[in-house]
T-cell receptor
Framework: AQKITQTQPGMFVQEKEAVTLDCTYD???????LFWYKQPSSGEMIFLIY??????QNATEGRYSLNFQKARKSANLVISASQLGDSAMYFC????????????FGTGTSLTVIP | DADVTQTPRNRITKTGKRIMLECSQT?????MYWYRQDPGLGLRLIYY???????NKGEISDGYSVSRQAQAKFSLSLESAIPNQTALYFC??????????????FGPGTRLTVL
């Protein structure tokens, strides 16, 4: 079974609007971390935001927030006030403690911001 | 200067050739990783190392080998390259002792083409 599932291969959003990128995960480990990375067309992987499994509040970093619904095993990324520079691939990832802190990545969502 | 560097950034080689990809980091992190990225498949873990004397196979280690020459250096070798090893290769580092989230930080990537 896939550890991380991103069901949206591609998304479009109007500039200045908010967009939600979906991510669901599968683990039986009570201790895990969830991450989002951005990959622009230049190719580098840029860390955006982190949510720990024991964190009570949703993580926020500037225009990025993570909608963490533990019972549903979802960790959606919300980007507010989209900008043209947000156009990129976005990857959700999970770190499991019981597999030696290995990371598992989803297949990514391509976001295009329309002017 | 970048914290995680990879050399070369681009490489074209022929089937059967031996090739080495190098990764260096100035972050002082203990843990280093090698991933490959293929279109539509996200990132997959090849090998990882939690310290100089610790090397572990990841999800797709066949056809690859690694060497952890020092805390700051982690090399990936393809002993006899084949066309399906054409991919974007990433090195990453992390350190749970320095950062409790154990976030992975990526190098800029090496684009490898095997003809």
């Amino acid at each position: 079974a896939q550890k991380i599932t991103q069901t949206q291969p591609g998304m479009f959003v109007q500039e200045k609007e908010a967009v939600t990128l979906d991510c669901t995960y599968d683990t039986s480990d009570p201790s895990y971390g969830l991450f989002w990375y951005k990959q622009p067309s230049s190719g580098e992987m840029i860390f955006l935001i982190y949510q720990g499994s024991y964190d009570q509040q949703n993580a926020t970093e500037g225009r990025y927030s993570l909608n963490f619904q533990k019972a549903r095993k979802s960790a959606n990324l919300v980007i507010s006030a989209s900008q043209l520079g947000d156009s990129a691939m976005y990857f959700c990832a999970m770190r499991e403690t019981n597999t030696g802190n290995q990371f598992y990545f989803g297949t990514g969502t391509s976001l295009t911001v329309i002017p | 200067d970048a914290d995680v560097t990879q050399t070369p950034r681009n490489r074209i080689t022929k089937t059967g050739k031996r090739i080495m990809l190098e990764c260096s980091q100035t972050k002082g992190h203990d843990r280093m990783y090698w991933y490959r990225q293929d279109p539509g498949l996200g990132l997959r873990l090849i090998y990882y190392s939690f310290d100089v004397k610790d090397i572990n196979k990841g999800e797709i280690s066949d056809g690859y080998s690694v060497s952890r020459q020092a805390q700051a250096k982690f090399s990936l070798s393809l002993e006899s390259a084949i066309p399906n090893q054409t991919a974007l290769y990433f090195c990453a580092t992390s350190d749970p002792h320095r950062e409790s989230t154990d976030t992975q930080y990526f190098g800029p990537g090496t684009r490898l083409t095997v003809l």
